[in-house]
């Protein structure tokens, strides 16, 4: 990678010990089935993050000096298998530094490793994905590390809410959790699907997006696009309630499949990246410290879990 630190922030910003936030690439796009071109996701990512603005209007803050490290790449790309360890394993050890961990693909298979990360260290864990396409089939080309199949796991170990989604096969219908999918085309006539998908999460939500999520009309470099997607508002709308009302402990953005000529959706996933993280830190001041509340085995206790299931509407 060329990029040294994210958005070229300086060095007080952007050491790990002074960062609340680690971003970590995963250019791998391995098993993608029809355009290839992930891989370079994250330098077109890391190149639009150092031309953006770090002053976020919205939110009055500059989330970046919270303090952002940004990792090396993982780049292990002998088989899925191999990547999705190597992504987990990484992504773990950040998670038990305390850090707020975020990952960039690469395509959607990255996410079986940080997910299954995330689902060892916070309790009842629920995932958000934003998608066009289910990734639910249990296997794919020999694989069950394959893109198609990126949220299968989260389907049997975690409370998987699925919003956007507008492209799946027959057979995913035989996995999938009709209460918990919020497909595109019945949030384009039904305003109350944000709060619905909000009641059904825990308190620990992790994010998933996978940028197809968004209408080709906006963000048009990712490896599927699908037309009737989501569109900038309504999706900021969404995430920002999530951030308040919940504890995000994390999220990635992936499918980012650059095109020479058309950089707009390059900088609506660099835009995305920092509006999440300004989302988070909103009431955080510079100098507290952050508190993942992360399971770390050595406590005798598990506080969310506990309050959770005192809750009488669980
Ligand atoms: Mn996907």
Not at 20 to 27: D, F, G
Not at 115 to 126: K, M, Q, S, Y
Not at 184 to 211: C, G, K, P
Request: glycine share 4%.
């Amino acid at each position: 990678m060329k990029t040294k630190t994210y958005a070229g922030i300086e060095d007080q910003y952007s050491k790990l010990d002074n960062s609340k936030i680690v971003l970590i690439p995963v250019p791998y796009d391995g098993t993608s089935t029809w355009q290839k071109g992930a891989d370079k996701g994250p330098e077109a990512f890391l190149e639009a993050s150092e031309n953006m603005e770090l002053y976020d209007i919205e939110t009055e803050t500059e989330v970046y000096k919270q303090g952002v490290f940004l990792a090396d790449a993982v780049t292990e790309n002998a088989s899925p298998e191999a990547m999705v360890e190597a992504v987990h394993k990484v992504v773990k050890n950040y998670i038990k530094k305390n850090k707020f961990v975020t990952t960039f693909g690469g395509e959607h298979s990255i996410s079986i490793g940080t997910i299954r990360a995330f689902n060892e260290c916070f309790e009842d864990l629920t995932v958000l994905q934003l998608d066009a396409h289910a990734d639910l089939r249990k296997t794919y080309q020999g694989s069950s590390c394959n893109h198609a199949c990126a949220l299968y796991e989260a389907s049997q170990n975690t409370n998987l809410i699925q919003v956007g989604i507008r492209s799946m096969d027959v057979i995913e219908t035989t996995v999938m959790d009709d209460d918990k999918t919020y497909f595109a085309h019945e949030m384009a006539d039904d305003d109350n699907w944000v709060d619905e998908a909000i009641d059904q999460m825990t308190d620990n939500v992790y994010i998933t997006i996978d940028l197809d999520v968004f209408d080709p009309s906006i963000c048009p470099s990712t490896g599927t696009p699908e037309p009737g997607g989501l569109l900038w508002y309504e999706t900021l709308d969404f995430l920002r309630q999530v951030f308040e009302e919940k504890n995000v402990v994390g999220f990635d953005i992936v499918e980012l499949c650059p095109n020479p000529t058309e950089k707009a959706s390059d900088f609506l996933a660099a835009k995305l990246y920092y509006k999440l993280l300004s989302y988070k830190f909103l009431d955080e001041a510079v100098d507290d410290e952050y508190e993942s509340n992360f399971n770390n085995e050595s406590l005798p206790n598990n506080k969310l879990s506990k309050t959770y299931f005192d809750d009488d509407n669980y």
